[in-house]
């Protein structure tokens, strides 16, 4: 108030609209799933999975709709990767049984043919001492003979 009564107007300044921080959109990160699919489950279906869910995960800040998207695909691919790489792994350890079982088996095959080679290597060597015998045996008889021949002469 300069003057008696008299009141000075004031410039009012225009206030800014208040400025609302948005959070961050939900969209899940499918990252860590494409990685563990990648490395134990299905290497190509996890590879592409986690190539989806990075641009899932940068499109985030620019558009929402397509980051939904991209995460969706990403996730779609983990669960066939998953399912696939546990068919893989069961496969596996089917054939790996069954090669086990069969090798198991050939070789108490061959352990058996083995005694068995072993038994009649045995067999022969009795048989070979036998014979040794039996020409001991006769040349025994000859003695006797030669003994009888000049006993009687």
Excluded: H
Aim: hydrophobic share 50%.
């Amino acid at each position: 108030m300069n003057q008696v009564g008299y009141v000075q107007p004031t410039m009012v300044q225009p206030q800014q609209p208040a400025v609302m921080q948005m959070p961050p959109p939900d969209v899940p990160n499918r990252v860590c799933a494409s990685v563990i699919n990648m490395l134990l489950c299905c290497p190509p279906l996890g590879l592409v999975a986690l190539i989806f869910a990075c641009q899932a995960n940068s499109a985030k800040s620019y558009n929402v709709m397509e980051a939904r998207s991209k995460a969706d695909t990403a996730k779609t691919l983990n669960i066939v990767g998953f399912i696939l790489g546990i068919l893989a792994w069961i496969a596996v350890g089917i054939y790996l049984f069954v090669f086990f079982y069969f090798l198991a088996g050939v070789l108490n095959a061959y352990g058996n043919v083995l005694t068995t080679i072993g038994e009649v290597s045995n067999s022969l060597d009795e048989l070979s001492e036998l014979g040794n015998s039996t020409s001991m045996l006769g040349n025994l008889d000859l003695d006797i003979a030669s003994n009888l021949t000049s006993i009687i002469n």
